[in-house]
């Protein structure tokens, strides 16, 4: 991802009020980002522990997208509809979005679940158990990086209610 500065953060979300942009609060360690790791900009926000925020590159534009985690937590061991990591040792939570424009502000939502620290591209760079002998650990690697991009785009297409998304998660429109 390419590095984005603090006002092209802000000026990113399609669907938060001027209030929640204004009371967003962006990670400590956001100076020492390593960006080239990172295929989305994913946070939790430290003063309201279920506001959760995930910022995409779409067509060269960063496009921001406000996250409000459940109250219910999964029964059982739920997987990462982006990164799909089947060994995570931390938490899965579902997280909803108010829709952008019109439809938000009548109260469509869409919804995914996602590790809780939003830490899925760290996820998808580690290198996955040999499943049998000639597999191409690096190959695989690489496609679980490009389908992380492509679950986190999807899921911002659907906030943004593009009629084109293709949906290959738990999330409808």
């Known amino acids: 991802m390419l590095p984005l500065s603090e006002t092209q953060i802000l000026q990113s979300f399609v669907n938060a009020s001027h209030k929640e942009i204004t009371d967003l ?3 400590l ?3 020492t980002i390593d ?3 990172l295929d989305y900009f994913g946070w939790r926000d430290r003063r309201s522990p279920r506001r959760a925020y995930v910022v995409v590159r779409l067509d060269d534009s960063p496009v921001g997208v406000l996250l409000r985690q459940s109250e219910v937590v999964p029964r059982t061991r739920a997987q990462c509809s982006w990164c799909q990591d089947i060994t995570l040792t931390n938490e899965v939570v579902f997280y909803g979005a108010k829709r952008a424009g019109d439809a938000g502000r009548k109260g469509d939502t869409v919804g995914t679940l996602i590790c809780a620290n939003l830490g899925c591209s760290a996820n998808a760079r580690k290198r996955p ?5 000639g597999f191409d650990v690096d ?3 690489e496609k679980q990086i490009i389908d992380l991009s492509k679950h986190a785009e999807g899921f ?9 998304v293709k949906h290959e998660g ?4």
Not at 156 to 164: K, Q, S, T, W
Not at 170 to 173: A, H, L, R
Request: a negative charge; proline letters at 17%; charged letters at 25%.
């Open 29 to 31: 360690d956001f100076a």
């Open 129 to 133: 158990p040999l499943a049998y002998i």
């Open 25 to 27: 609060s962006l990670p």
């Open 170 to 173: 738990p999330f409808e429109p």
């Open 156 to 164: 911002v297409r659907a906030v943004l209610g593009d009629p084109e």
């Open 35 to 37: 960006w080239d790791r």
């Open 139 to 141: 190959a695989a690697r």
